[in-house]
């Protein structure tokens, strides 16, 4: 990432900021328990979450055992977390055989 398109602002700046998200079209959907509207720029493949595998350290060989993780910092939503860790230990794999279900999900559509 180069310094050009790193923006600096301060804690009041940021909250100054108006958000992009129509709150009150989520809120009238949320009352009429309607299903999103469909975002035209957002066309979301379909794909299965059944298809993410877990992969265990002991139980491949050496050989066949899969590149090792990045680190990266990653900033989700305080519910998908806790879903993700309620469902106990190994949720951080869990969340990226999902992020890699989708992204092959993408891959496979073209």
Do not use: C, H
């Not at 990432?1 to 600096?8: Q, T």
């Not at 949320?30 to 975002?39: I, N, R, T, W």
């Amino acid at each position: 990432m180069s310094d050009d398109s790193i923006m600096r602002m301060s804690l009041d700046e940021i909250r100054r900021q108006k958000g992009q998200t129509d709150w009150e079209r989520v809120r009238r959907e949320a009352e009429l328990d309607a299903p999103p509207v469909d975002d035209p720029d957002f066309d979301e493949p379909e794909w299965d979450f059944a298809r993410a595998v877990f992969v265990e350290a002991g139980a491949l060989d050496p050989d066949d055992l899969p590149e090792a993780k990045k680190p990266i910092s990653l900033r989700v939503d305080r519910d998908v977390l806790a879903f993700f860790k309620r469902q106990g230990k190994g949720y951080q794999t869990r969340m990226n055989a999902v992020l890699r279900a989708y992204m092959e999900a993408v891959e496979k559509k073209g």
